[in-house]
């Protein structure tokens, strides 16, 4: 059974930073595209980075372009988002998600097949 377990989440200062982690289990990361989604309050769901085993560089969306950074570990099969010179704008529930068969340039603007639960991040003036 695949699983993705978010952790990291929490309230910050603007201008603060926060890492992300996301646990996998069930399968290998190195074998699927991963990524991040956000959600804020009343907007619709967001793209925020990916990586994939087939493609170049990571991908990030414009918001965060710059201030965040995709990782994974493969000896502890889990995923990271470090995020940097946050803003309010990044408050959001933060997704950890995978996809066997999409590519990133795909998956970011459609989503994936996995998800996990969510870790809130709220970031205060």
């Known amino acids: 059974e695949v699983q993705l377990v978010e952790s990291g989440g929490g309230l910050v200062l603007s201008g603060g930073s926060l890492r992300l982690s996301c646990a996998a289990s069930g399968f290998t990361l190195d074998d699927y595209s991963i990524g991040w989604f956000r959600q804020a309050p009343g907007k619709e769901r967001e793209g925020v980075a990916c990586i994939s085993p087939i493609e170049g560089p990571p991908l990030y969306s414009d918001s965060v372009k710059g201030r965040f950074t995709i990782s994974s570990d493969s000896a502890k099969n889990t995923l990271y988002l470090q995020m940097n010179f946050l803003t309010p704008e990044d408050t959001a529930v933060y997704y950890c998600?995978?996809?066997?068969?999409?590519?990133?340039?795909?998956?970011?603007?459609?989503?994936?097949?996995?998800w996990g639960k969510g870790t809130l991040v709220t970031v205060s003036p």
């Open positions: 998600t995978a996809d066997h068969l999409l590519p990133c340039k795909v998956a970011i603007n459609h989503g994936m097949a996995e």
